[in-house]
């Protein structure tokens, strides 16, 4: 099973560059999230969807969208990436609001210059 | 502010001790979970304790959850060197996360 899948597992961008990252779960779950983890830090939730069709504000949404075309997929996108974006990105998916585990992606590295 | 806050940020320990870390939430909750990560990777799901439940067990892992002290603690007996990972709490309502326990087991 491949469960929660992300795309690319790393990325440089420069400055002021754009980029969507891609996850993808075949677990036919409700509920995805974004996360980023910086060095010695938790997770914080960026954006998340409840679902296909809806996206709602975590807690550092600035400078990130997203999209839920399709309820398999979710997106995060950066439109104009600043060094401040460095980070390590984190996908996620869960059938219900946390009352249930929640599965997640082997992380997206991505580096701003 | 994080939502579960975990405690103490970092743990050494030599193989075949308990380890002990504890984690504090603020709001009332119907479960709390914890989750694992090996460096570099994503978070692996450990054990989920429901609100009604005061201590649960999972192999080596032993959760207790105290509601009037908003408090967990998770205790993982005779520990290993493949034990070394962060360990996070989590909350749902916000499925927010606390900057987690850094744990070394020394072989």
């Known amino acids: 099973n491949a469960g929660v899948t992300q795309t690319p597992k790393f990325r440089v961008l420069k400055t002021g560059q754009s980029m969507t990252l891609l996850c993808a779960q075949d677990m036919n779950h409700e509920y995805m999230y974004w996360y980023r983890q910086d060095p010695g830090m938790g997770l914080r939730l960026i954006h998340y969807s409840v679902g296909e069709g809806t996206t709602a504000k975590g807690e550092v949404p600035d400078g990130y969208n997203v999209s839920r075309l399709k309820k398999q997929n979710f997106l995060l996108g950066l439109e104009s990436a600043a060094p401040s974006q460095t980070s390590v990105y984190f996908c996620?998916?869960?059938?219900?609001?946390?009352?249930?585990?929640?599965?997640f992606g082997q992380g997206t590295r991505l580096t701003v210059v | 502010s994080q939502q579960g806050e975990e405690d103490p940020q970092a743990l050494s320990i030599q193989e075949g001790e308990n380890a002990t870390m504890n984690c504090s939430y603020k709001t009332s909750i119907n479960n709390l979970q914890w989750y694992r990560q090996n460096s570099g990777r994503g978070l692996v799901h450990l054990i989920l304790?429901?609100?009604?439940?005061r201590e649960k067990h999972s192999g080596r892992l032993r959760v207790t959850l105290d509601t009037s002290k908003k408090s967990s603690s998770l205790l993982i007996t005779a520990s290993r060197a493949a034990d070394t990972a962060s360990y996070f709490c989590?909350?749902?309502?916000?499925?927010?996360f606390g900057a987690g326990t850094r744990l070394t087991v020394k072989p």
């Open positions: 996620a998916s869960s059938s219900g609001l946390m009352n249930t585990e929640a599965f």
């Open positions: 989590a909350t749902p309502r916000d499925m927010r």
């Open positions: 304790i429901r609100s009604n439940e």
